[in-house]
Structures are given as structure tokens and as C-alpha cells.
């Protein structure tokens, strides 16, 4: 007889933990959710946030160019880092944000042999190529090559890989030349 009265209690009992973790887990999330969802939020708006390519080409000033994917974890991570550089130097310097899924930006994708992301390139006011990035950098990689291009210091074309994502190309070339599965 005495186990059955516990069962109630210990019903009520689970049903209390249950609901307080729940609440927990909501009210960590809506806390935290910067920190969980800070670089997939910084990779949607970069796009909006770009100088369009042909506009940024012309107008004599140093240019960044990056192709990214929303769906790249290593530019994910890498996001952050980038604006804050692009906080740091868009008065100087051109910010191009470029989504390798959309196929406006194809012929660019092809332009400068994209087939790994994150991918920056460098140019200098004239639109010349001095460095390209594939892949996770240091900030302080980045930080250095972008004060040398407003600087206008002399450098080396240079390439620079490391950890990257991977577009892997099609065998026929109808529509979308990149599959990500």
C-alpha cells in the first residue's frame, strides 16, 4: 500500500525536472543565442552588406573579395574575424561578399578558379591580384596582407591555403556547376 502512494509523488516529482530543464534549455538558448547563432546571422547579412564587384573593381580602391557559403563551417567560423576587419578598414577598402550557391555570381566563381571556401582575394586600386587565401586563416594573416594593400606598400602575388570546404564539381555542366552533397 505504501508504494502507491509514492508512485503520485514521484510522477509529480519527474514532471517538475522535466519542465525545469526545458526551461532551462529555452532560457540558455534565448541567453546565449549570439554565441550559438552569431556567424550563420554574420554569413546571411554579408551579402547585404557588400560592395557589388563591378562597383568595387572601378572605383580605385583596394578591394576584399570573399566566396563563402552559409553552409561552410570554416567560414562560419572565420566570420566573426572577418567583420571585424571589415569594421576596422571598409572606409579604405572594398568588403565583396560573394555566395558560391548563387549562380549570379558564376562567372566570378570561374574567374578566379573558386574550389575551396572560404576564398579571399586581394587587389590592390588598379584591380591587380596580390594575394589569395584558401581556406581558415589567422586574423593577424589577413590583418597584414589588408595594411599593406591601404598602406600601398609593395608585395608579392601570394597564396595562402589551410583548412577549407570543398566545391565539388559536376560532370555535366547543366545549370548549377557545383553539387554540395
Known amino acids: 500500500m ?3 502512494s509514492r508512485e503520485p509523488q514521484l510522477n509529480a516529482n519527474l514532471n517538475l525536472i522535466v519542465v525545469l530543464l526545458i526551461v532551462f534549455v529555452i532560457v540558455s538558448l534565448v541567453l546565449f543565442r549570439n554565441l550559438f547563432f552569431q556567424s550563420t546571422y554574420l554569413l546571411k547579412s554579408f551579402g547585404e552588406l557588400s560592395v557589388e564587384p563591378e562597383i568595387a573593381f572601378k ?4 578591394t576584399f573579395l570573399e566566396f563563402y557559403a552559409e553552409w561552410c563551417e570554416v567560414c562560419k567560423e572565420m566570420a566573426p574575424k572577418v567583420s571585424a576587419l571589415k569594421d576596422e578598414y571598409e572606409k579604405d577598402i572594398n568588403f565583396v561578399f560573394l555566395n558560391v550557391d ?18 579571399v582575394n586581394l587587389f590592390d586600386r588598379e584591380g591587380n591580384l596580390k594575394s589569395t587565401f584558401i581556406g581558415k586563416q589567422e586574423e593577424i594573416t589577413i590583418r597584414e596582407s589588408l595594411a599593406s594593400l591601404k598602406g600601398e606598400t609593395k ?7 589551410a583548412e577549407f570546404s570543398v566545391i ?4 555535366n555542366y547543366q545549370g548549377n556547376p557545383r553539387s554540395h552533397g
Open 2 to 4: 505504501q508504494s502507491d
Open 59 to 62: 572605383n580605385k580602391k583596394p
Open 102 to 119: 548563387n549562380q549570379k555570381w558564376e562567372n566570378y566563381i570561374r574567374k578566379f578558379e573558386v574550389n575551396g571556401i572560404p576564398q
Open 155 to 161: 608585395s608579392h602575388e601570394e597564396i595562402h591555403s
Open 168 to 171: 565539388k564539381q559536376k560532370k
